[in-house]
Nanobody, 124 residues
C-alpha cells in the first residue's frame, strides 16, 4: 500500500497563488506517475497535471498550462502543484494520485492510490 498525503490547500482571493504538496509513503516503481486531479461539487473528477518519474516528464491539459505547474522531488517522494492566477472556477477538492506502473496519466483509472484531498477555495 501507498499512502498519499496532500497539503497546502486553503482559501485565496482571485489572482492569488497556492502550492499544493503530495507526500507519498514510498515509491511504487521507477516508472510510476503521480498526478493531480480536482473535483468541484456536482462535477466529475478532472485531470490537472501529472509527472512521470522514470522519464522525467510532466503532463497537463492545455486548459491548465500557463497557470498550473507540477514538479517533484524524488528524494522526498513529494510532488508539488504550483497554482498561479487562481480563478473562482478553480475552487475544488484537489486530489493526489499515484500509479503502480504507467498506462497513461489523464484518467482516474490510470492510478492505483489516492489521497484524501485538500480543499482549494478561490473567492472573487
Amino acid at each position: 500500500q501507498v499512502q498519499l498525503v496532500e497539503s497546502g490547500g486553503g482559501s485565496v482571493q482571485a489572482g492569488g497563488s497556492l502550492r499544493l504538496s503530495c507526500v507519498a509513503s514510498r515509491r511504487t516503481s521507477t516508472n510510476n506517475s503521480v498526478g493531480w486531479f480536482r473535483q468541484a461539487p456536482g462535477k466529475e473528477r478532472e485531470f490537472v497535471a501529472a509527472i512521470r518519474w522514470g522519464a522525467s516528464l510532466t503532463y497537463s491539459p492545455d486548459s491548465m498550462k500557463g497557470r498550473f505547474t507540477i514538479s517533484g522531488d524524488s528524494a522526498k517522494n513529494t510532488v508539488y502543484l504550483q497554482m498561479n492566477s487562481l480563478k473562482p472556477e478553480d475552487t475544488a477538492v484537489y486530489y493526489c494520485a499515484a500509479s503502480n506502473g504507467f498506462s497513461g496519466v489523464s484518467r482516474t483509472s490510470d492510478y492505483d492510490y489516492w489521497g484524501q484531498g485538500t480543499q482549494v477555495t478561490v473567492s472573487s
